[in-house]
């Protein structure tokens, strides 16, 4: 272990004067340098007791090697950061550990790699805020359990996770298998009193699903998240899964999802932008009501480059209504895969219920209708 302290280059000088006039010996014109510290930097090894050396303020630099403790986090101010080497031929490597953040402000954790995490790999949990989670991978992580692999519970907020990597490389583990459902999550959070939250420009190998905001079909909490810039190839059911309401997903690439590239599952005014599905089930789903679909583009869906949903049969949701959907460009989407209740192949959108939508100028390039109306418990 090696502590070292940085300070500020500049000094500040406090010129006190008193007495200008006629001052004696024992008043006279007195000058106080004050040094004010930067950051109290400690540089660790993996044979350092981590959750020891915390207190607000500190930065603690991880040298590479296997970090095989639980770190738990409950201080303000604390930095966690990886000391990796130019050639990235030696990581800064949490094997088969965790990482938890409880009820913490001004929290980073940035460059670390998580592998095998038995269970959730890192943890915001409640009453956390302002926790920043970048350039961090995850590989295999959350097999023995059904869980996510970073979490974010109830009464966060101001949370940020950029520029990150999740991996399960195949790994299978003690997954539950239902159906078409996988249930791996790498990113979920929690949808009471869990606001602002935002995850931008990361990385989504073979899970279930990439990002889930919000925990309950029935969700009508305000989450007010921002997906933005995120790649999620091969999500074994969906890629964003959004339930929380209005939240913006923009800007997202979600390539051969299973079920749905992105689906708002619940919540309210939603913002769908600029994103892009390719060689999925279905392209958008849609459940909710005034949710804004715009300038995406839908790419070679098998079954319908959009589907604006019924309520579901046990009441675990809200169907479809005053959704706004315009300037989407839908090419050579349905036929492979034709809705159940139905044998019309599908170009562009299935619309599942009789309440009002609406729906502006679209692109249409491919076989099949347009416009598709198939009422009923359609998926």
Known sequence: MNIKI????EIILILIIVNLVGCNSDNKTKTIASIKPVENIIQCTPDDDLNKLLKPGVTLELLPGKYRKNLVIDQDNITIRAVNRKDDSTEVCFWRSTI???NAKNV??????MRQSPVTSIQINNGSSFISIKKCKFFACNTKKVIVTLWLDQNTNNCKVENCLFDMQNA????HNEVSHVYTIAIMSHQIKCTDH???GNSIYNYGYGIQLGTAGTCLEEGRHKVLNNYIDHPLSDGIHIKAAKCIVQNNVVYGAQRFSVSARAGYSSVFKDNTCKDGLTGIRILGSGHVVCSNNLIRMRRAGMLLRAAKNNGDGFAAENTEIYNNTFIDCGGADVNPITDTACSGIII????KQKIGSNKFQGEGQNIVYCHGDVD
Do not use: H, P, W
Not at 6 to 9: E, G, L, M, P
Not at 172 to 175: A, H, R, S
């Open 108 to 113: 980073i954790i940035e460059g670390l790699v």
């Open 352 to 355: 599942g219920n009789r309440l």
């Open 6 to 9: 940085t300070f500020k280059k």
């Open 100 to 102: 938890a953040i409880n």
């Open 172 to 175: 299978i583990g003690m997954q």
């Open 198 to 200: 935002q995850f931008s």
